[in-house]
C-alpha cells in the first residue's frame, strides 16, 4: 500500500459510524437531487413531444446526448477525485446538475432543449465516480453502502416523475423540470456540512493518465472487468431504454393519460429504491452475479408483460415486476470495485463507468427510433432480448466456470 493509500486509509477508519451514517445520507441525498433532474426528462416526454410538435428519435437524440456526456465525465472526474479528493467532485455534481437543469426548463426550442440536456450531463457526470469512490474508502461492506447510493437514486426515480408529472399536466413540462432545481440546494448544504474531507487516495495522480493508452488498456483488458463491462452495457441499455420511453410507450401504446404513465413511471423506480438495497445485501451475503441474474430476470419479464398482457393487470403486473428488476445497480458497481485496488478506484471505475455508459447511452436513440420506425413492441422486445444475452453470459461463467 502506497503512502496515499494508507493516509486514505487511516482517515476512513477514524471516521466514527455516526458522521459516515451521516455521510452515506448526504451522498445519497445528492444522487437523489442529480439522478432525478436527468430521471424526470424522460417523464415528461410525453409533453414536450407535443410541445415541440417532435418525434421519439429527435428526443432519444437529445436524451442520448445527455447520458453519453455524463459518461464522458465519469472517467476525467474519477482521476480528479483520486488527485484532489472526493468532495469537491461530488460537490460541483450537485451543483453542476442543477445549472444545466434550470438551462432545459428555460429551453424555447428542441435544439436549445437537446443543447441544454448535454450541460445536464455533464455536470452531473462529476457526481457518481468520486460518490462510488469515496463511500468504497468508507464502508467495507461495499454492496449495502453502494445499494443505498443507487437506491437513493431509483426513489429519485419515483418521487420526481410522480410530482413532475402532476406540475406538468397543471403549470406546463417547464416548471416540472425547473422544480427540480430546488432540490439541489439541500442536497449541496448536506454535502458541505456532513461529507468528510479525506485525503486523496493517490495525489500523485498524473493527469496525463487521462490519454495513457498503456493505462487505460490495461485497465479495459483485465478480462474480469472487460466481462463486467459487458454486463453493464447490457443493463445500462435497458435503463436507457426504460428512463427515457416507458411514459411515451405507455400512453402512445397502452393509451394511459400523461399524468398516469408518469405516476406508473415514478411507480417503477419507486418499487426499484425498495428492491435496490436489497439486492444488495444479497450480492454482499451470496454472489454479485447471482444478485443481478434475479434482477435482469425480472426486468425482462416485466418489460415483457407490458408489452403482451392487455388491459389494467398487464399494467399494473409489468410495472412491478418491472419496477423489482431494476435492482442491478449496486451489485454491478460493487463487482467493479472488488476487482480494483483502492489506489485504482477512481482512475479505473471512472474509466469504466466512461465505457460502459457511453456505450449504453445509445439505449435511448436506438429505443426511439425503432419505436418510431417499426413500433414499441419491437424497440422493447429488442430490450428483452439484450437482456436475455446478459442472463447467457451470466449462466456461461458459472456453467464452464471461467472465473470471470
Known amino acids: 500500500m502506497s503512502g496515499a493509500d494508507a493516509a486514505g486509509g487511516t482517515a476512513a477508519s477514524s471516521v466514527g459510524d455516526g458522521r459516515r451514517r451521516l455521510a452515506l445520507a448526504?451522498?445519497?441525498?445528492?444522487?437523489?437531487?442529480?439522478?432525478?433532474?436527468?430521471?424526470?426528462?424522460?417523464?415528461?416526454?410525453?409533453?414536450?413531444?407535443?410541445?415541440?410538435?417532435?418525434?421519439?428519435a429527435t428526443l432519444g437524440l437529445a436524451l442520448t446526448g445527455m447520458w453519453a456526456t455524463y459518461a464522458l465525465a465519469q472517467f476525467p472526474s474519477g482521476v480528479l477525485a483520486d488527485r484532489v479528493g472526493e468532495r469537491p467532485l461530488v460537490l460541483a455534481g450537485i451543483v453542476g446538475a442543477a445549472v444545466g437543469t434550470a438551462l432545459v426548463?428555460?429551453?424555447?426550442?428542441?435544439?436549445?432543449?437537446?443543447?441544454?440536456?448535454?450541460?445536464?450531463?455533464?455536470g452531473a457526470g462529476l457526481f457518481f465516480s468520486p460518490a462510488t469512490a469515496l463511500l468504497s474508502r468508507l464502508y467495507e461492506e461495499r454492496g449495502g453502502a453502494l445499494s443505498v447510493l443507487?437506491?437513493?437514486?431509483?426513489?429519485?426515480?419515483?418521487?420526481?416523475?410522480?410530482?413532475?408529472?402532476?406540475?406538468?399536466?397543471?403549470?406546463?413540462?417547464?416548471?416540472?423540470?425547473?422544480?427540480?432545481?430546488?432540490?439541489?440546494v439541500p442536497a449541496a448544504l448536506a454535502t458541505l456540512l456532513f461529507v468528510p474531507s479525506l485525503p486523496p487516495a493517490n495525489p500523485d495522480r498524473d493527469l496525463a493518465a487521462l490519454v495513457d493508452p498503456t493505462r487505460i488498456k490495461r485497465i479495459l483488458s483485465r478480462p474480469p472487468l472487460a466481462y463486467t463491462t459487458a454486463l453493464a452495457v447490457l443493463c445500462g441499455f435497458t435503463f436507457q431504454a426504460v428512463s427515457s420511453f416507458l411514459a411515451a410507450f405507455l400512453v402512445s401504446y397502452r393509451g394511459v393519460s400523461p399524468s398516469t404513465a408518469a405516476v406508473a413511471f415514478g411507480a417503477v423506480f419507486g418499487i426499484s429504491a425498495v428492491a435496490q438495497p436489497v439486492n444488495g445485501r444479497v450480492s454482499d451475503r451470496f454472489s454479485r452475479d447471482a444478485a443481478v441474474?434475479?434482477?435482469?430476470?425480472?426486468?425482462?419479464?416485466?418489460?415483457?408483460?407490458?408489452?403482451?398482457?392487455?388491459?389494467?393487470?398487464?399494467?399494473?403486473?409489468?410495472?412491478?415486476?418491472?419496477?423489482?428488476?431494476?435492482s442491478w445497480p449496486g451489485p454491478i458497481q460493487a463487482r467493479f470495485m472488488d476487482r480494483l485496488t483502492d489506489a485504482e478506484r477512481g482512475y479505473g471505475f471512472g474509466l469504466l463507468r466512461t465505457v460502459y455508459m457511453f456505450l449504453a447511452a445509445s439505449g435511448s436513440v436506438v429505443t426511439g427510433a425503432v419505436a418510431s420506425t417499426a413500433g414499441w413492441p419491437a424497440a422493447y422486445g429488442l430490450v428483452v432480448a439484450l437482456l436475455a444475452t446478459c442472463l447467457g453470459l451470466l449462466g456461461a461463467n458459472r456453467v464452464f466456470g471461467l472465473g470471470l
Open 293 to 326: 441474474a434475479v434482477s435482469v430476470t425480472l426486468a425482462g419479464a416485466g418489460i415483457a408483460t407490458l408489452v403482451l398482457v392487455p388491459d389494467l393487470v398487464g399494467t399494473v403486473v409489468g410495472v412491478v415486476v418491472l419496477g423489482a428488476g431494476i
Open 26 to 56: 448526504a451522498v445519497s441525498g445528492g444522487n437523489f437531487s442529480q439522478l432525478g433532474a436527468r430521471i424526470l426528462l424522460g417523464a415528461v416526454v410525453p409533453f414536450v413531444l407535443l410541445d415541440f410538435e417532435t418525434t421519439e
Open 150 to 184: 443507487t437506491g437513493a437514486g431509483a426513489v429519485a426515480g419515483a418521487a420526481f416523475p410522480a410530482v413532475g408529472g402532476v406540475l406538468a399536466q397543471r403549470f406546463g413540462w417547464e416548471v416540472a423540470v425547473g422544480a427540480g432545481v430546488a432540490v439541489a
Open 105 to 122: 426548463a428555460l429551453s424555447p426550442t428542441v435544439l436549445v432543449f437537446g443543447a441544454a440536456t448535454v450541460v445536464l450531463g455533464a
